[in-house]
């Protein structure tokens, strides 16, 4: 009966984006521990917890830790973290674990942070206790991540609409495991290519995939999940690409064959996976042009908070002030200097301030003139659906409304603008507007859904893959490099790794 199992459940969320030159350290997560953890969780971890309580597991939780995606984490942060979860096994001694990582965390010195974690945890409970974690599917996921997990799946979802059932699965099957049930056994199929574009799974090169991985696990019964990674972008060693991962009861013959099967349709397809954003002109003369569907919410690819930018571009600012005069919106730039100032002269004072590009190579300060609307200490909580509920910080925060027209709300921290809380919780009113900016490329879909119209607009920044922006030196894949047609292989992953090493099979 499951009554008596412990398992010990913990959080350690954060997308690293090398390419962000500030390194990430303990003041920008959030860190909670004990039973305070389980109060209001979202996501994954809201899908774990909440099914190991239905099937009545004590859960033993230890931390969640989080922060908005932005540079490596601080690798002495981490190894505190690292050292307390495992301390934590150590006193517990679970009889499983279950996690909710990311999965593309890298810090200042591995660019696999939950592959270290992981083998640490492997290391210390031994090939007997099962591990399982619930990731993002644009995890970075390694062949240590796999060889250490009795269970590692993604989130099926881009925008991410199905964490919870992800979380549910991973409890699901550490219950099934645990009462001998189940005997998981994963295969996975490594093809060394990004996707410069195309990355929602609803439409496109990648549902396609997605209905064939899902008649493959319908008409084989002893799959019990499909995982589809689309490998984050910025990160540098040498196994970025696309994987596939088949979970399933027991060896089964045929799962390595299907993996291969699915990994192939992303090379044969890769000319498809492109992105149709407008520029920053058609953007604006959108929003000019088409008063009926306004506000609109203007997605800025390159500075993507969500993908780890800084949020301190400037482009979209400076388009709107100089070349469309009669547009009015709002935008965040990520600017503590500036946010400080704007605080210290008080709502109502009349200030001219540079603002921005104080993080991202290449980008130029705008300098601003405009009233202090607003000011705060940037706490709010998020509408959701993606992450709602949650608590974000954007740390000191000013609104100065420029040429009566523009709210630029100046941030500490890189803000959430992928919600529209970002915006209501400063005083801006979305229905006044003709745009709003979000530093998003697909989650602000589902937060802005019936309150704007999404429009992507190819923006410059660290937050956007183009082919030769930026050096990769350990890396290999398409289309940053010439690759030859691969050899792609499955490989059988074992929680024995150690003793019994990662086996390619052939399919
Ligand atoms: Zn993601």
Redesign the pocket.
Known sequence: MSESYRILVARLYH?SNRLNPEATGEARFLVERGHEILRSPSGVFKGLTGTLAAADAVIEPVFSAGAPPSGLVDHVFYLRLREELLDAVRSMKPDAIGLELHGAMGTTATPDAEGDLLQALRHLVGPDIPIGIGL???AHVTGRMLDNTDICIACKE?P?SDTVECGQRVAEFLIAQLEGRLNPVTVSAFVPMTLPGAQETASGPLAEIHAKAREYATCNFSIKDISIFNSFRFVDNDEMGQVVTILSDGRDSGTPTLAVDLAKRFWTERDRFKDDFLTVDESFELVQNSPEKRPFVIADMGDRVLAGAPGDSTILLSAALDHYPRTRGALTITDPTAAARAGEAGVGASVTLPVGAGYTPGFRPRTISGRVEHVSDGEFVLDGPFHGGEHSSMGQTAVVLVDERIHVLLTSKPAYSHDPAAYTSQGVALESLDFVVAKSGYHFTLNFAGRATPVLANTPGVGYYSKGQFKYSKSRFWPEHEIPVPEIVARQHSVCASQNPVSKVSA
């Open positions: 997308e993002d599917l644009h881009n991410h």
